[in-house]
T-cell receptor, first 115, second 116 residues
Framework: AQTVTQSQPEMSVQEAETVTLSCTYDTSESDYYLFWYKQPPSRQMILVIRQEAYKQQNATENRFSVNFQKAAKSFSLKISDSQLGDAAMYFCAYRVPNTGNQFYFGTGTSLTVIP | DTGVSQNPRHKITKRGQNVTFRCDPISEHNRLYWYRQTLGQGPEFLTYFQNEAQLEKSRLLSDRFSAERPKGSFSTLEIQRTEQGDSAMYLC??????????????FGNGTRLTVT
């Protein structure tokens, strides 16, 4: 079974500080794609960052970066210089091309940013 | 890019009634997905279209659920004989598939269904 585990239901961070959200996944495939999505309250889900499993270099997007550990099947998201607008639910997801086109999502981490 | 559009935003219905939701994907996106999301959970896959063909359907999807995507453009999701357990946010997402490109999902705002 394809599963994504986000072990932190809730996290909080002080404004301007750094926070790391954890994610682990389970697949026997070697080729897959990983994503972090952000869902602000009552707003649509948007892509934060993505990573191809074949790439060893960790992806970065401005203040957002990932720590991809393929052997450990870990894909954590680091948010630097946290801003009030970062407050949202964050979902980790992955897709395995060889087993279909589904995106599998975790249960999410609710991030609170404290002014 | 006008984004993925879903209608209605909210739907309240009585148990046993049928409901239909509509999704208009981003125009050049050939792949369209339906997900369901309940409070405190991540999106749960329901079904997926490539153009007009429904290629995957979740085993969890009751036969009361049906989806269509005529002409490979907009899609509809119908729930017949609604039950209280169907209350959830129904999300539509689309993507443009390129074999060598890791295209992400683009989500709509969702339709929130409440069954009373």
């Amino acid at each position: 079974a394809q599963t994504v585990t986000q072990s932190q239901p809730e996290m909080s961070v002080q404004e301007a500080e750094t926070v790391t959200l954890s994610c682990t996944y389970d697949t026997s495939e070697s080729d897959y794609y990983l994503f972090w999505y952000k869902q602000p309250p009552s707003r649509q889900m948007i892509l934060v960052i993505r990573q191809e499993a074949y790439k060893q270099q960790n992806a970065t997007e401005n203040r957002f970066s990932v720590n991809f550990q393929k052997a450990a099947k870990s894909f954590s998201l680091k948010i630097s210089d946290s801003q009030l607008g970062d407050a949202a639910m964050y979902f980790c997801a992955y897709r395995v091309p060889n087993t279909g086109n589904q995106f599998y999502f975790g249960t999410g981490t609710s991030l609170t940013v404290i002014p | 890019d006008t984004g993925v559009s879903q209608n209605p935003r909210h739907k309240i219905t009585k148990r046993g009634q049928n409901v239909t939701f509509r999704c208009d994907p981003i125009s050049e996106h050939n792949r369209l997905y339906w997900y369901r999301q309940t409070l405190g959970q991540g999106p749960e896959f329901l079904t997926y279209f490539q153009n007009e063909a429904q290629l995957e359907k979740s085993r969890l999807l009751s036969d009361r659920f049906s989806a269509e995507r005529p002409k490979g453009s907009f899609s509809t999701l119908e729930i017949q004989r609604t039950e209280q357990g169907d209350s959830a946010m129904y999300l539509c997402a689309s993507r443009r598939d390129r074999s060598s490109y890791n295209s992400p999902l683009h989500f709509g705002n969702g339709t929130r269904l409440t069954v009373t």
